[in-house]
């Protein structure tokens, strides 16, 4: 007899989706949590957290970075779990990105040449 546990899981908050539009092409990519440490909240990686590629590997998206981690490719779709080895999450790269409710408050919209995206951005008012 197999071994079955039960997992339940949240899509957490999605508010950030400026509509459902691309969210049904979501594309699936490896991640290691270990990378994402300063992007956790409560022992979960949230919906909306921006990544890029580096070494092959997908990583948090960083602003001003350097080595690929500046060249934004998606948004993390659903919350995922902190505490698990690598895991396969859902990326969107082509959807309205309402930027102010993003859970990095500091994300900013990358400059020509570093958006891989199909994304449109909303941006923070004021």
């Not at 949240?10 to 989706?17: A, I, V, Y």
């Not at 092409?25 to 990544?51: C, E, N, Q």
Request: with cysteine; glycine share 12%; proline share 8%.
């Amino acid at each position: 007899m197999p071994k079955l546990r039960i997992e339940h899981s949240s899509p957490g908050d999605q508010r950030w989706l400026g509509s459902l539009h691309g969210i049904d092409s979501a594309r699936t990519v490896t991640i290691d949590p270990a990378d994402f440490t300063a992007r956790v909240v409560d022992k979960i990686i949230p919906s909306g957290t921006a990544v890029a590629v580096k070494g092959g590997k997908t990583v948090p998206y960083v602003s001003g970075g350097s080595g690929g981690e500046e060249k934004l490719t998606g948004f993390i779709l659903t919350d995922q779990p902190a505490d698990a080895g690598k895991i396969a999450v859902p990326v969107v790269d082509r959807v309205r990105v309402t930027v102010a409710l993003l859970p990095d408050s500091g994300f900013t919209i990358p400059a020509a040449g570093n958006d891989l995206t199909a994304c449109t951005y909303i941006p923070r008012e004021g």
